[in-house]
């Protein structure tokens, strides 16, 4: 990979991955679990098993990006593994359901964080802030760098002060927090199944990276931005809803979208935490930046697909634009609760095809095959993990209609 001016470094990579992993679900998935699952142990361990889960897909991400070296993401993977035709579908789902409902789920909450602070409407402030993020990524590679950069790292700092003061605040909700009896029988039900669901979507983004691997120094930047971004954000996760739950408890939690701003002002007091919520608010922008920066890239690869052509083009400001229009649409006309989980399932599918596609590309090397017993493990356990959650989801949903 040639190196140049305008390539991204390990910080910029990272800063991608994290942005995209740490947003909307870690701020609003924990209210939604607490309907389903009532106990801190219980909840603490489905966050590990998402972290575990991301390291897995990681593993066999950096297999598939090893093999077939490019930007694309998942369109780019099935493309070589599955054909062209099947890839233009991949492509039109990841970047509806991968990117453009995970932008309007970031944005939306950024609104409900705020809009209390505002006298403007929900939707025309997530909409507004769309168009101002993709407009910034419309300038050059170097600023989106630059803002990813910044904006993920005032993220890191913000969520490590929140962490602190809460850890120092102790348990104040009086939670358990050792484990019990009754918890290991929440495990395997299909409320605690269907709230992995929840955590798989959270921890979405951490192949971010690999959607603009053109735009990457060298091989190894990607690599590490994929690990060290797992490791970063599930010891972040973990602690974040540990404060979460010690600090307002499981009562005042249950069925809140967000969560944050509940435990920010029993931290902080009702002032300090009314700002602290704004602050979270601005969380969120990083966020929506890796996606629109990621998201772009995927668009690109899909024309690329069509013509069967390499575009000469370094900022595809035509499909930032198309990715936008496509997130206000999402915005104005669908629900939180119903973009969320459609995004969590329909992401969690293609993913599972593309890493089972590695079994596939090993027996077509027939006597070349080398993928590592590991890299297989960790193959498996990921499909499933994400296979098994789905099942449940798609179990509930049927006994729902019975």
């Known amino acids: 990979m040639t190196k140049g001016s305008t390539k991204v470094g390990l910080l910029g990579a990272i800063a991608l991955v994290v942005a995209n992993m740490i947003g909307t679900g870690i701020f609003t998935s924990l209210g939604f679990q607490l309907e389903g699952v009532t106990s801190v142990f219980p909840i ?42 099947a890839s233009y579908l991949t492509g039109v789902i990841t970047l509806i359901f991968g990117f453009s409902a995970p932008i309007a789920l970031s944005a939306l909450a950024f609104a409900n964080y705020l809009i209390p602070t505002t006298l403007c409407n929900a939707t025309i402030l997530a909409s507004a802030l769309v168009i101002g993020i993709s407009v910034m990524h419309s300038i050059d590679i170097r600023t989106s760098s630059r803002l990813q950069s910044i904006s993920s790292g005032f993220k890191v700092v913000v969520l490590l002060i929140f962490i602190g003061f809460g850890l120092s605040a102790g348990n104040q909700g009086a939670v358990r927090i050792q484990p019990s009896e009754r918890d290991m029988d929440a495990i395997f039900t299909v409320p605690y199944m269907l709230s992995l669901m929840y955590v798989h979507y959270a921890f979405s ?28 954000v599930t010891v972040l996760y973990m602690l974040l809803n540990y404060v979460f739950l010690t600090s307002s408890g499981i009562a005042q939690l249950k069925g809140v979208v967000e969560v944050g701003e509940v435990a920010a002002k029993n931290i902080f007091g009702s002032t300090i935490g009314r700002a602290f919520s704004v602050v979270i608010a601005l969380l969120l922008v990083s966020g929506i930046s890796a996606m629109v920066w990621a998201g772009s890239r995927v668009s ?22 198309i990715q936008a229009l496509v997130s206000i649409l999402f915005i104005w006309i669908v629900n939180f609760e119903t973009i969320l989980a459609l995004t969590s399932v329909v992401l969690s599918l293609c993913s599972v095809s593309v890493v089972l596609g590695l079994f596939i590309h090993d027996k077509r090397q027939g006597d070349r095959a080398d993928l590592s017993l590991f890299v297989k493990i960790c193959a498996i356990g990921y499909c499933l993990v994400i296979s098994t959650s789905n099942l449940y989801l798609f179990y509930a949903a049927v006994m729902a209609y019975v």
């Open 44 to 85: 603490m361990l489905l966050w590990f098993i998402g972290g575990l889960t991301a390291f897995c897909g990681a593993v066999s991400y950096r297999q598939l990006i090893r093999y077939f070296p490019d930007s694309g993401g998942e369109t780019y993977f099935v493309s070589q593994l599955y054909g062209k035709q």
């Open 300 to 321: 690109m690869k899909v024309e690329e697909l069509f013509k069967g052509t390499i575009s000469a083009v370094e900022i595809p400001r035509k499909h930032i634009v």
């Open 205 to 232: 983004g951490w192949n971010a990276s690999v959607y603009i691997f053109r735009e990457i120094k060298q091989d190894t930047i990607l690599y590490r931005s994929l690990f060290l971004s797992v490791a970063l």
